[in-house]
């Protein structure tokens, strides 16, 4: 099964001069959760998730409406082309403990995003037949993305 079979087609996306509360309003509109950031040609230049816009707005002594984008978009994207194979896209999920990503067509346009719950959506038992997408595949990368790593710097000063 390739990521264009169940990948969603009608992504919403914003430009990087767009504000967080324009980003926002899309993402209330169309029951979102991240927004693919564009440039003029339709090529992923990074990404805003609902989670980004809240610790920027909380974090900033100013409102959502005078953050430009630019400002709190990830600029590091992680992508996957129409074509690949679904197991390729949820490896990269995994090893970048993504939940999405932007599905880049061969021109370097946005065509679709890929999301784990597209994944648990179409993932099926596999007792008794082939399913494309088993329920363990799901579970494993749910488990990777979320998977504390420790952290690299002692917290505690020495005495």
């Known amino acids: 099964m390739n990521v264009q079979s169940i990948m969603e087609?009608?992504?919403?996306?914003?430009?990087?001069?767009?504000?967080?509360?324009d980003v926002a309003r899309v993402m209330g509109e169309n029951r979102c959760?991240?927004?693919?950031?564009?440039?003029?040609?339709?090529?992923?230049?990074?990404?805003?998730?609902?989670?980004?816009?809240?610790l920027a707005v909380a974090a900033a002594d100013t409102l959502p409406s005078r953050i430009?984008?630019?400002?709190?978009?990830?600029r590091e994207v992680f992508s996957c082309g129409?074509?690949?194979?679904?197991?390729?896209a949820l490896q990269t999920m995994q090893k970048k403990k993504v939940r999405r990503l932007p599905v880049i067509a061969e021109d370097g346009t946005l065509t679709g995003i890929l999301s784990m719950d597209d994944?648990?959506?179409h993932a099926e038992s596999r007792r008794g037949k082939a399913a494309e997408?088993?329920?363990?595949?799901a579970v494993r990368t749910l488990?990777?993305?979320?998977?504390?790593?420790?952290?690299?710097?002692?917290?505690?000063?020495?005495?």
Do not use: Q
């Not at 087609?9 to 509360?21: C, D, I, Q, T």
């Not at 430009?68 to 990830?74: G, K, Q």
């Not at 074509?83 to 390729?88: F, P």
């Open 133 to 137: 997408i088993g329920y363990g595949d």
């Open 33 to 54: 959760g991240v927004v693919p950031i564009v440039d003029a040609g339709h090529g992923v230049i990074g990404m805003v998730t609902d989670r980004d816009i809240c």
């Open 143 to 159: 488990k990777a993305i979320y998977r504390r790593t420790p952290p690299k710097k002692k917290l505690v000063a020495p005495v």
């Open 119 to 121: 994944v648990i959506l």
């Open 9 to 21: 087609k009608n992504v919403k996306f914003s430009g990087p001069e767009e504000s967080l509360a």
């Open 68 to 74: 430009p984008v630019r400002e709190v978009m990830s």
């Open 82 to 88: 129409p074509s690949d194979d679904i197991s390729d």
